[in-house]
């Protein structure tokens, strides 16, 4: 049996290795290099994904597979401000 779950993501275009395929945005995130809470992480259908992709919540609880792509932008949106 294997004793690694280890799995790569792509992240704007960057392949990233992950130690384990459950995490959050959050943690995908500060893996990837993004500290703070003012980037939006989008998860895309793949390479070229017209959707522009979901948006991915910072506390959300994701499974990434082989292969995943995500693009993170910069959140310069204000709430109520």
């Known amino acids: 049996m294997a004793a690694t779950n280890s799995v790569h ?6 392949k990233l290795e992950l130690e384990s ?5 959050g943690q995908l995130l500060a ?6 809470r ?8 793949g390479e070229g994904d ?7 919540m910072w506390d959300e609880v994701m499974t990434v597979k082989n292969g995943d792509h995500f693009r993170v ?4 949106r204000t709430f109520g401000a």
């Open 21 to 25: 395929p459950e995490l959050t945005g």
């Open 73 to 76: 932008i910069p959140g310069n």
């Open 9 to 14: 993501v792509f992240v704007n275009r960057r």
């Open 38 to 45: 003012e980037w939006d992480l989008l998860r895309l259908q």
């Open 50 to 56: 017209p959707t522009g992709g979901t948006l991915v």
């Open 31 to 36: 893996a990837a290099g993004f500290s703070g």
